[in-house]
Structure formats: structure tokens, C-alpha cells
């Protein structure tokens, strides 16, 4: 018997309608009616009242995001060039951090943030005066940082295992330096992890609420924390928080779109 | 001898991987406009060779110059030399046109040049119309015609070959030979060039330079690597061959397979152990007469211009090719001239413990 392979990606379909494209359906639904289920506008209006947390979400994923990139991308590179053995040592301590608990790992931010925390013990008992973390925007964007660079080294390092030593011996021999070969060979062919790790990180960067909520306090309410608080919290509004949740996605879509532009841009001009 | 001035000079150089000698003391004179192959089976230490000289790869010991000059530590992207990759090694995302004009980008040439220099080289590898293709979408010999041009278009004092056609099949690697051997002609640049292959050697190169275990071998022409092995690796390792084991008693006197043989050779000690290689098509089937070494044939085989013949002598099998056919079982005589003997010190060894 042949195989058809279209039947192969049926169990997944299924799964998708369901529990993807049924929920947002009903998220659009929710969105535009009021508690009696007639259309309206109201919770959109609503929603656009949050636009201030939602610049600031997207501020701050986006800081976060270049954080990773910056950190990830020398280390992805200096990964992708050890051999076999120790790549594979190297993927499994990068991975260890999300083998703990999720909540847990933010636990232990807080506990080394704190006024009274692990830093804050330590500069005051060598004498100097202690600063505020917790509470911060600094404190989340490392919070976002911490949680997500994983999510940016592997797609980084799958892409840059593909690069072949002897393509950049190539660029050396014709006559490009380390920039050289860094701009015009390594940075176009490892585009696509650039773009993916950058998703994967912005992405559940921009709508966290738990690194937010637990490391940020009430001056960095993030459109997550608003989120969350419309559907489980005080203020629960089932129809306002569907309308914020779809404006989240808007954004967050428009913004991956440019992006994603911008890079093919590059890209192509990294060809010239 | 060459006679064109020296392009490169290796002295002494040496080359240790995780304290595996790869490199055991090479000195080799590269010429201007030569055609230099280094042949050697695996791990004879030829690539290596060939990326010292591209900078790769630092020796250990030993100095490389480049026109006089000592180049030990300039990186790969200041010398004037070019390299043709064993994998090709093509930028997967740049086009035909921009793989060629690469290393013209880097060095700032004006626009109307590189259109018209990469079109020349384009036209030069037969591939007049491939500017915009794709690389990972053309055969392995487009590939490695492109590879070929990216190289010279930066017009390089050496072309540095690390087995290029390789990975292509037969026929058309015969006709690569054949552009290249022309290429390097009608440039007159210096190519310097790895293969295993040997007849791919003979047929291109200028100079041969066989290695083996980390040491050259010997350096000539190809009719001189061939005909005047100067050791029994090189006689092996070239062409086929019966290497017997004998006795110099005096010059043009050799004794080996138990008589004694007329020969053209003089120079060794009295009565010297040596190598003695006579290549299977210069051996003839004579009557089994006393006047020749006689023997049975023991298998026939039939290779389309000759027969190859393993004929047995006491134990020792000789390989005899022959256009006329003898039936195995057959007892005849082999006649060795002695223009056909050619006589190998022993003492320059196979894996070398010359010094």
C-alpha cells in the first residue's frame, strides 16, 4: 500500500481546529459583543485604552530580544564550531534551566532581587548600600532574557551547523577578513535563525505575565498581566479581555511581519 | 630542472596533528607558470601540504616563502594565492555571478570591472549565461567550474587544486583535466595541484611530486616518475609494476629471481641489496627456453588492449601484460631487456627512514 502522506498530518489538523482556530474564532466572537451577545464596539474601545502596557510590553520584549540575540549569537557561533561531542554536552546545559519548574526559576529571581534579597545581602555586608532590583523594568527584561535565550541559541546554532568550515576558509582565501566574513558569509546564511530565534523569544516575550507579575511589580503591568486579570482576576470581563487578547495578536502579527521584511531585506542585500 | 623563478619555497617544514606527525620534513620548490601535482594515497600528508601553502595551516616547523619572503604567519586572505576546494565550498546563498565577483567585492573594484571581469571568467569555464542560477541547483562539474573561476578571477600568483574533480564522474573528469592542463596554459598561472590519482598526474602536471607518510618521494617529470622510479613506493604507486628483490654485483651487472641480468644501472656498492621494478608491459612472452626466466602461467585476463597475465617463476608471481594470448597452464619465458630493469636502493625505504 502507498503511503499518503496527507493522511499523516490529519491527527495534527484535527487537534488544530479545535483547540487553535475554534478558540480564536471565539476570541473574534467575544471580542465584538457585549455580555448579552449583541455586537459592539465598546471592548475594542475598550482595549485601545491599554495601548499605554502595550507599548511598554512590546518595549521591553524588544530590549529583551536584543539582549538574547547579542548574547546568543558569538556563543551560537563558537557552539556550532566544537566538535560533535561537546555540541551535544553544550545543548544539554542549555537546556538544563528548562528542566526546572518555569515559576520556580522567576522564584529564585525574586529571592536574588529582593530589598532583601541574595545581591542586596551581599553589597551591604561588604559595605556598600544596597539598590533597588525587584520591581523593575530592568528586573524584567532580565527575567524575559533568562527564561528565553534558549529559544534563541538553538535556532541560532541549528542554522550555523549547516555553515560548512570550508565555506568560510573560502571567504579567507579570496580575501575576506573576520568582518568581512562575518557580514557578507556568516550573518546572510544564518538569517533564518536569526528570524526564528527572534520570534521565538519576542513572542512569549511581549505577552508574559508571570516574569511581570512576580519581577516587575504594579509599575510594569504588562498587556499580559491585563490579560490575565480580565479572564481569572479581579476585574474579569470576558468580552473586554478577548478584545485586548485580539489587539495583542494584531500587533504582535504586524510586528513580526515588518520584521520579518526588514530581515528578507537584509538578506538580499547581504547578496550584493 | 624548472627554470622559472621561484614562487614558493617550503624548508624543512613539518606538521604534528594530535601529535601525529603528518608532516615529517618537506622542501619543494614551486616555479612560476608550473603545473606541480602532489600525489600520494590518504593521509600521505599532500593536503596538508597544499593548505600550508594557502594558510591554513601553520607548520610547526620549517619556513614557507613566497617569493623570497617568509610567510609563515600571514593569514589565508593576505596571500596572493587562491584555492579551489575540495567540496567546491560555494556561498549557498550568493548566485553564480556574485560566488565569482566575491573576492573582487572585498577589494573594492568598480562595478563595470567586475561585470566584465567575472564575464570573462565565465565565458573562460563555459559558463557564459549561469550569472544568475542558483549554485545548489547546478551539477557537480558547473559547480566546480564556478569554483574554478571565483578562484581566478582574482587573478592569483598560484591556483592551489585540493582534488577538485573528485567527486565527478569519469568521463567527465577526463575532460576537466584537459581544461584545466589548457586553463593554466592560457594564463600562465602557477598551479599547484593534490590528487591520489596518478594517471590524473601524469596527464597534467608539469612536475610530479610524490609523497607518502608525511615525505616526498621523489620530484620529477612525469616520464621520469614513471620510468626512473626512484624507490619501490614510487614504482607501486605509479603505474603497475613487478618489484623483485635482487643483488647489485657490480655496474650493469644485477642478479635477481636467481640469474643474472645485463642492465643499464651503475652507481651502487658491490654486490648491493636492491629493488628491482619492471613494469608488466615491458616484459615479453619468449619460448621457455634456459636463455629466459621461465614459468607457468597461472590466470588470463582479457582487458581490452592487452592480456593481463600473472605468471608464476618459482613462486614468485610476475605480472606480464601482452597483446597475444597464451592459454593459462602454459609454461613460456619472460624476456626482460635491459632498458626494462630499473634498479631501487633499497635503502630509500617505502615509509622512509631516510634520516
Same mark, same amino acid.
Given at each position: 500500500m502507498k503511503l499518503?502522506? +496527507?493522511?499523516? &498530518? %490529519?491527527?495534527?489538523?484535527?487537534?488544530?481546529?479545535?483547540f487553535t482556530i475554534i478558540p480564536l474564532f471565539l476570541?473574534? %466572537?467575544?471580542? @465584538? *459583543?457585549?455580555?448579552?451577545? &449583541? @455586537?459592539?464596539?465598546?471592548?475594542?474601545?475598550?482595549?485601545? +485604552? %491599554?495601548?499605554?502596557?502595550?507599548? +511598554?510590553?512590546?518595549s521591553l520584549a524588544a530590549i529583551? *530580544?536584543?539582549?538574547?540575540l547579542v548574547l546568543a549569537y558569538p556563543f551560537a557561533f563558537a557552539m556550532s564550531r566544537l566538535s560533535f561531542e561537546r555540541q551535544k554536552m553544550m545543548s544539554m546545559l542549555i537546556m538544563l534551566p528548562m528542566w526546572m519548574n518555569f515559576l520556580l526559576r522567576t522564584y529564585a529571581w525574586q529571592a536574588i532581587l529582593e530589598d532583601n534579597g541574595v545581591v542586596n545581602t551581599l553589597l551591604t555586608g561588604i559595605g556598600l548600600s544596597s539598590v533597588k532590583l525587584i520591581n523593575t523594568s530592568g528586573a524584567v527584561v532580565l527575567g524575559m532574557v533568562y527564561n528565553y535565550i534558549p529559544f534563541m541559541i538553538l535556532p541560532l546554532y541549528s542554522v550555523m551547523t549547516k555553515i560548512d568550515k570550508s565555506v568560510l576558509e573560502a571567504a579567507s582565501d579570496l580575501g575576506a577578513g573576520f568582518f568581512s566574513t562575518l557580514y557578507r558569509v556568516i550573518l546572510p546564511l544564518s538569517m533564518p535563525g536569526i528570524v526564528s530565534g527572534t520570534t521565538m523569544v519576542f513572542v512569549p516575550a511581549v505577552s508574559t505575565f508571570v516574569i511581570s507579575g512576580m519581577l516587575g511589580g504594579v509599575n510594569n503591568y504588562l498587556i499580559g498581566d491585563l490579560i490575565e486579570t480580565q479572564f481569572l482576576g479581579n476585574s474579569y470581563d470576558l468580552n473586554c479581555g478577548s478584545a485586548t487578547s485580539l489587539l495583542l495578536m494584531v500587533v504582535v502579527l504586524v510586528t513580526m511581519a515588518i520584521f520579518n521584511h526588514f530581515s528578507d531585506e537584509d538578506a538580499e542585500e547581504a547578496l550584493v | 630542472m624548472n627554470q622559472n623563478k621561484k614562487v614558493f619555497e617550503l624548508?624543512? $617544514?613539518?606538521?604534528?596533528?594530535?601529535g601525529d606527525q603528518i608532516l615529517k620534513?618537506?622542501?619543494?620548490? $614551486?616555479?612560476?607558470?608550473?603545473? $606541480?601535482?602532489?600525489?600520494?594515497p590518504s593521509g600521505c600528508g599532500k593536503t596538508t601540504t597544499l593548505r600550508i601553502i594557502g594558510g591554513f595551516v601553520t607548520p610547526d616547523s620549517g619556513d614557507v616563502l613566497f617569493l623570497g619572503k617568509k610567510i609563515n604567519d600571514v593569514p589565508p586572505y593576505k596571500r596572493k594565492v587562491n584555492t579551489v576546494f575540495q567540496k567546491y565550498?560555494? /556561498?549557498?546563498?550568493?548566485? =553564480?555571478?556574485?560566488? =565569482?565577483? /566575491?573576492g573582487l567585492r572585498l577589494v573594492k573594484t568598480p562595478e563595470k570591472e567586475i561585470v566584465q571581469r567575472v564575464r570573462e571568467m565565465l565565458a573562460l569555464v563555459n559558463l557564459s549565461g549561469f550569472e544568475s542560477r542558483r549554485v545548489d541547483l547546478l551539477s557537480g562539474g558547473q559547480q566546480q567550474r564556478v569554483a574554478i573561476a571565483r578562484a581566478l578571477v582574482n587573478r592569483p600568483? =598560484?591556483?592551489?587544486?585540493?582534488?577538485?574533480?573528485?567527486?565527478?564522474?569519469?568521463?567527465?573528469?577526463?575532460?576537466?583535466?584537459i581544461e584545466l592542463k589548457k586553463i593554466q596554459q592560457s594564463l600562465g598561472i602557477t598551479f599547484v595541484y593534490v590528487t591520489h590519482d596518478q594517471e590524473e598526474a601524469l596527464t597534467m602536471s608539469d612536475t610530479v611530486v610524490v609523497m607518502n607518510e608525511g615525505r616526498i618521494q621523489q620530484i620529477g617529470t612525469p616520464q621520469d616518475i614513471y620510468n626512473e622510479p626512484a624507490n619501490a613506493f614510487t614504482a607501486s604507486f605509479i603505474g603497475e609494476s613487478n618489484i623483485i628483490p635482487g643483488i647489485m654485483h657490480k655496474d650493469f651487472l644485477v642478479e635477481f629471481a636467481g640469474r643474472n641480468y645485463v642492465c643499464v644501472d651503475g652507481g651502487f656498492a658491490k654486490d648491493e641489496p636492491v629493488d628491482? =621494478?619492471?613494469r608488466p608491459e615491458d616484459v615479453d612472452i619468449a619460448p621457455a627456453t634456459s636463455e629466459f626466466l621461465c614459468g607457468t602461467v597461472k590466470q588470463v585476463v582479457f582487458k581490452g588492449v592487452h592480456y593481463e597475465m600473472h605468471v608464476d617463476c618459482n613462486g614468485t608471481v610476475w605480472r606480464v601484460q601482452s597483446t597475444d594470448f597464451t592459454p593459462a597452464g602454459a609454461t613460456v619465458g619472460l624476456k626482460i631487456t635491459p632498458e626494462d630493469i630499473h634498479i631501487m636502493h633499497r635503502s630509500v625505504p617505502y615509509g622512509g627512514e631516510k634520516d
Open positions: 499518503n502522506a +496527507k493522511w499523516t &498530518s %490529519y491527527p495534527y489538523i484535527i487537534w488544530m481546529i479545535l476570541i473574534g %466572537y467575544f471580542a @465584538f *459583543t457585549d455580555a448579552e451577545g &449583541s @455586537f459592539t464596539v465598546s471592548n475594542m474601545e475598550q482595549a485601545v +485604552k %491599554y495601548i499605554p502596557a502595550l507599548v +511598554k510590553s512590546i529583551a *530580544t536584543v539582549l538574547c | 624548508k624543512k $617544514i613539518a606538521k604534528s596533528f594530535d620534513g618537506i622542501d619543494l620548490d $614551486i616555479h612560476e607558470k608550473e603545473f $606541480i601535482t602532489l600525489l600520494g565550498a560555494l /556561498f549557498p546563498h550568493l548566485d =553564480v555571478f556574485e560566488n =565569482v565577483a /566575491f600568483n =598560484v591556483l592551489l587544486l585540493d582534488e577538485p574533480l573528485g567527486a565527478l564522474d569519469l568521463k567527465l573528469r577526463k575532460e576537466m583535466q628491482i =621494478v619492471v
